[in-house]
Structures are given as C-alpha cells and as structure tokens.
C-alpha cells in the first residue's frame, strides 16, 4: 500500500506539472536569452578591406536557436523577413563570424511579439539593398530588444554607397531609370508653330479673325515626312501672316481717304 501511495502522489505531481506546462504558459516564463548576429560575406574581397571596417556582409539575428532576416520579393503585402537555421546561408554567402550583442531576460512571447510586429514593417517589396537591407533589419531588431544596435562596419558600405547612386549599377539602385521614356515610348506628340501669334500694332480681336493654328500630330510612322510636314506648316504660317499684313495695308488705305 505505500508503494502505492508513493507512486500515486508522484503520478499526481507528474500530471500536475505537464498541466502547468501547457504550451501558453511556456511563452510566459522568463528566461535568459543572448541575441547574437550572425555575419557572412558576399563577396571574397571583404578579406582585404574588413580590417578597415568595411565590406559586403549579410546578417541574421539569432533568437532562441533560430536565425531570422530580411530578403526582397515581388509578392505585394507579404513580410520579407525568414526564419532559418543558424550559422546556415544561400552559396552565395559565406559564414564569417558570431557578434554577440548583449543579454536579456525575457520570455518567447515577447520576443515573437516583437518579430510579428516587424514582419509588417519589412515588407519583401520595401527591401532595398542599400537603404533597407538585411542589415537594418537585424540592427532594427536588435535595438528594439535591447536598446542596442549592431556594430557600425556590418552596414557601413551600403551607407556610404548611398552617396554615390549615380556610379552605381542599376540593380544596386533600383529608383535610377534605365532608359530614355521619350525614345521608349511608342508614339510621341510634337505640335510646332504651335499658339496664336499677335503682331504689333494689331488687336487681338483682328488676330483671332484672321489667324489660325497649325497643330501637328508627328508619330514615329511619319518620320521620313519630316520634313516635307514642317516645311507645310512653315508655308501656312506665311500665308497667314501674308493676309494680315494685307488688311492691314487696306485699312491704312481707307483711313487715307476718309482723311482726304
């Protein structure tokens, strides 16, 4: 029979525990967590200029076993931030080293809080490779955790890129035009000799009367005619400018004879 009390109570403890340890109440306990960022290289020249504090890196916070970043896409309102494993990248990076920023106790529900909080400020379509990166989202998780950002020589080259935009390559500048919109356009409009002119001495009731606007439409199509449409445009123009200067002659020869 006490065997059988002991191992009643120990079952009773057992199935009191696994209650109180219910998936809800795990998220609550605090416990110490150390955020640390993981740094890789995206190019093999960072080995010449990293002692410099510069060079291309990319970056992941680590949390509770996991790595989280930031990457772009087209998907509109869809978070750009992942999860993966730590220490792990594409083969187009390179594993270099382990910063460890600082120390804090917490609980998970926080910390997820925080995340869920940032994956709607880090849209995959907002990622920009020098303005907002991998980068500045570690160094934006990290100071909303701890209050600290990530040492300054993992994002400074992007920084410093910034003010040089114009040397870059468009793919590292996305908002830099790639081509002429006049000449990629499929139809342009060109009016010449467009307007009513005034001349001297006349009033713009008379101009009204006696002038008219040459208005032209030139497409891509027309180009060989060219020519042959401006020098028409020019010749209506004379013409006009022809009879005004005529009624103007006439009414200066009526004025005349009424004097007379």
Sequence with gaps: HQIENVTGKKIKKFKTFIKEASPKSIMD????LTVAINIYDLVEYNKYVYDFGLGAFHSGVELFGVEYSFGGHQIENVTGIFRTTPKTSEENCIYRETVV??????????????????KLEFLG??????????????DTCCKRILGKGIPGYVNRLPYL???FQCLLPAILNPNVPTGDPIENSKESNVIPFSGNGVKLGSSS?????????????INENNNSNMREILAKAALSRHNVSKRNNNNNNNNNEDENDNVM
Excluded: M, Q, W
């Excluded at 379509?125 to 991998?134: A, G, R």
């Design 29 to 32: 306990i605090e416990l110490d």
């Design 101 to 118: 920023i600082g120390e804090i106790r917490t609980t998970r529900k926080k910390i997820y809080k925080i995340i869920e909080e940032l």
């Design 125 to 138: 379509t907002s990622y920009h490779p020098l303005k907002f990166n991998c980068n500045y989202f570690v």
């Design 161 to 163: 890129a910034t003010y």
């Design 205 to 217: 009731n008379d101009n009204n009367n006696n002038n008219t606007t040459t208005v032209l439409v």
